[in-house]
């Protein structure tokens, strides 16, 4: 038998009736899971995701296990979308690439300090200059056999908040034009001899404002009741149900802040967000998280709400799953797993199965738990150290060592080179 397309659950549990069993055979019981998460999942990378976790399952059915034609089957068409959907397995190894640049630093009221330009959309340039710089830096410090190595996957990743303006966030459509001025041109990341490059351009910090409607005598978003208008027909009005009397509008509440991870390899970009929001992600005016943000012209602070989905916040994740859009992500057969700074110490990867590499771009983190498999490399670049680390998940956690190294000309931090490191695969 034969699958023109991975099979829907359905179909499948009748094709394979042999090997479902009562009580379930866990393996069968998992391959079910990742049929049923397939067919639910909309995003090109979640499908991705789980094809490369649905393919390792196959392969772990051999004996003991009884033959199964449904199961060979399946085995093959996974494959088959596999190559399809991600050009197979490309890559032998890796060579982390690391640009180390301080991005975190502190002022004497252990607030973030900001060097950055007042003007956000000029701050943004310039920051994409110094990375397109350091990009180019890499370029010609890489030897030319690993350069023209098209088995040696090239990662080059730069920190956290590498892309922040002076007054701790970009508005969207600022941010918004970061991956296209870094892309472009020559010398950008879309040109012919990155093909063997997968980037993680660091992350920005990106603020959108949040309205509600509140009572401004009772300072809160909770009293608000919709009554009948009685000047418009069939339309409803709010009121403050404390008193009718009290004022009551549109109010901004705050912004929401993203923490978010630039990842491109070749045409393909990825986005990943950062979950935990810590204090040091914005400027803190007083006590609480702030943000100052650009309103009409002035600069006013916005109390911070957590991000849709996020820990913490009031609009619980969809999926606690990570593969189902989050931190993990496939190019090329390789799994990828990023967990930004507190993600890491908050162990996010704690569920990922099958991870290869592991991807922790920080500011003020070091590489403590390993969700790789066996021999899978940790890549971690912090913007407090202004340096990286690298680590192989061994019995000793081998330390990835720095083959070359040079201050990226005429900007600040350096480029780290690290040797080639084989990359596991199941
Ligand atoms: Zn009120």
């Known amino acids: 038998m034969r699958y023109e397309d991975v099979p829907k659950l359905s179909a499948w549990k009748t094709e394979a009736y042999a090997i479902h069993k009562t009580p379930a055979i866990p393996l069968v019981a998992k391959i079910d899971d990742l049929l049923q998460k397939i067919e639910q999942s909309f995003a090109p990378m979640t499908k991705r995701n789980l094809l490369a976790d649905l393919d390792r399952a196959c392969k772990e059915w051999k004996p003991p296990h009884p033959r199964s034609p449904a199961m060979d089957a399946l085995a093959e068409v996974v494959k088959r979308r596999l190559a399809y959907d991600m050009g197979g397995r490309k890559y032998n190894s890796v060579v982390c690439i690391a640009y180390s640049v301080e991005t975190g630093a502190f002022d004497g009221m252990g607030r973030v300090a900001y060097q950055g ?5 000029q701050d943004m340039r310039a920051r994409v200059a110094r990375m397109r710089a350091a990009i180019a830096c890499a370029r010609a410090l890489l030897p030319a056999t690993t350069m023209q190595d098209s088995s040696v996957l090239k990662l080059f990743m730069a920190p956290e908040f590498f892309f922040r303006g002076r007054y701790g966030a970009y508005t969207p459509d600022i941010a918004a034009e970061i991956m ?11 040109g012919a001899v990155f093909k063997d490059w997968m980037f993680v351009l660091g992350t920005a910090i990106v603020a959108s404002l949040d ?13 608000i009741a919709f009554k009948k208008d009685p000047l418009q027909p069939g339309k409803t009005k709010p009121e403050c149900t404390v008193s009718p009397a009290h004022p009551v509008g549109e109010y901004i509440f705050g912004a929401t802040i993203d923490n978010v991870a630039f990842i ?38 916005f109390g911070v709400l957590p991000t849709q989905g996020a820990q913490g916040s009031a609009i619980a994740s ?7 859009g989050g931190g993990v992500f496939n190019f090329d057969g390789i799994t990828l797993g990023m967990e930004i700074c507190l993600d890491h110490d908050t162990d996010k990867m704690l569920h990922a199965e099958n991870l290869q590499i592991q991807l922790i771009p920080s500011a003020g983190m070091t590489i403590n738990t390993h969700r790789t498999i066996t021999d899978g490399i940790a890549f971690n670049v912090d913007g407090v150290r202004g340096d990286s680390s690298v680590e192989i998940n061994d019995s000793v956690k081998t330390r990835g060592t720095v083959s070359h190294s040079l201050a990226v000309p005429g900007h600040p931090g350096k480029v780290e080179i690290y040797n080639p490191i084989l990359i596991p695969y199941v």
């Not at 472009?184 to 879309?190: P, V």
């Not at 509140?214 to 909770?222: E, L, N, Q, T, V």
């Open 180 to 190: 296209p001025l870094l892309r472009s041109g020559d010398g950008g990341t879309n």
């Open 318 to 324: 969809k999926f606690t799953d990570e593969r189902m």
């Open 211 to 223: 309205a509600a409607t509140a009572c401004f005598a009772c300072k809160s978003i909770s009293n």
């Open 117 to 121: 330009r007042f003007d956000d959309a």
């Open 264 to 301: 491109q390899k070749g045409g393909e970009t990825y986005l990943v967000a950062k979950e935990y929001i810590s204090g040091i992600d914005f400027r803190d005016v007083g006590s609480g998280g702030f943000v100052w943000m650009k309103d009409q012209g002035g600069h006013q602070a």
